[in-house]
């Protein structure tokens, strides 16, 4: 079955650092991929998305590029900010109804 | 136009009783999904309902159940409950059965 694999967290940064938050899936077909935001207290927002292989999903000042041959999402930004602070959550969507998540990774960033 | 909407905010049952759900979907979406994220956990799909019909289950029991209104909202019914099924309950709402989802701020269901 579709499965998606996120780096463990809570990955701490100072501000201005440089973020990277690893995702790899598992999917029969061409999944669309997304990465979705929780803030505390707060349900899910799409940050971006990307639907075909080579394409990258850009907002905020994330990046995330979808690498068929790596199974891979891996999210990025090049300058965090303090409000960046959430789980990020890697997700694909194979064509079944749902949407498979993985387990989310928390980023804390310090001023 | 109005995002997804879900009421209550928050709940806290005891173990063994019903509990209801609502989800009010966007405008103009005839698709809902629901789901439950544990704490520290990612979110699980238990189901989706497309113009009224279920449209696929996730590995949930049958005491999870739904409903979906000629207006498309939904409700989402959990009977017997455990203490297991404590988490935030999470409704999404779409244009089509395969179209993106849309989150609302989602249930926080405490069952002691």
């Known amino acids: 079955g579709d499965s998606v694999t996120q780096m463990e967290g809570p990955v701490t940064l100072s501000e201005e650092a440089f973020l990277t938050i690893n995702c790899t899936y598992t999917a029969t077909g061409y999944p669309s991929l997304f990465w979705y935001v929780q803030y505390p207290g707060e349900g899910l927002q799409l940050l971006l998305k990307a639907t075909k292989a080579d394409d990258k999903g850009s907002n905020k000042g994330f990046e995330a590029t979808y690498r068929k041959e790596t199974t891979s999402f891996h999210l990025e930004k090049g300058s965090v900010q303090v409000s960046d602070s959430a789980v990020y959550f890697c997700a694909l969507y194979s064509g079944y109804s749902t949407l498979t998540f993985g387990k989310g990774t928390m980023l804390l960033v310090s001023p | 136009e109005t995002g997804v909407t879900q009421s209550p905010t928050h709940l806290i049952k005891t173990r063994g009783q019903q509990v209801t759900l609502r989800c009010s979907s966007q405008s103009g979406h005839n698709t809902v999904s629901w789901y439950q994220q544990a704490l520290g956990q990612g979110p699980q799909f238990i189901f989706q309902y497309y113009r009224e019909e279920e449209n696929g289950r996730g590995n949930f029991p049958p005491r999870f159940s739904g409903l979906q209104f000629p207006n498309y909202s939904s409700e989402l019914n959990v009977n017997a409950l455990e203490l297991d099924d404590s988490a935030l309950y999470l409704c999404?709402?779409?244009?089509?059965?395969?179209?993106?989802?849309?989150f609302g701020p989602g249930t926080r269901l405490t069952v002691l």
């Open positions: 999404a709402s779409s244009l089509e059965e395969v179209g993106e989802q849309f």
